[in-house]
Nanobody, 126 residues
Framework: QEPLHEFGGAWVQPGGSLRLNCTAS????????VGWFRQAPGKERQFVAA????????QYADSVKGRFTISRDNARNTVYLQMNSLKPEDTAVYSC???????????????????WGQGTQVTVSS
């Protein structure tokens, strides 16, 4: 098992920024693909961003391209999601997930992910 924990969710005004952290205590995290997903009330969980274990491959949902950046520090067993120019429609519970993957694997398919965190709330409103 690989418990994942998200940190950094908060309330922020439109146009603001937040950085989410996803940390893991397992020994395989540094070799896993990691993705961020979000779920708004009454909606399905949707893909946000993913990064391969080498960080050589990243993928973003169209709705966040140019505003969000995913990165990782394998020495710290941490993946980050920097979110800039936040909009009210970004409001959701953000969860990270991981799965074994290749060096260029940054899948956007939530069904492929094995381990999930509990999520952290991001609220964007004035």
């Amino acid at each position: 098992q690989e418990p994942l924990h998200e940190f950094g969710g908060a309330w922020v005004q439109p146009g603001g920024s937040l950085r989410l952290n996803c940390t893991a205590s397992g020994r395989t995290f540094s070799r896993n693909t990691v993705g961020w997903f979000r779920q708004a009330p009454g909606k399905e969980r949707q893909f946000v961003a993913a990064i391969s274990y080498t960080a050589e491959k990243t993928q973003y949902a169209d709705s966040v391209k140019g505003r969000f950046t995913i990165s990782r520090d394998n020495a710290r067993n941490t993946v980050y999601l920097q979110m800039n120019s936040l909009k009210p429609e970004d409001t959701a519970v953000y969860s990270c997930a991981s799965r074994p993957g290749g060096r260029y694997d940054a899948s956007n398919d939530k069904r492929l992910y094995t381990y999930w965190g509990q999520g952290t709330q991001v609220t964007v409103s004035s």
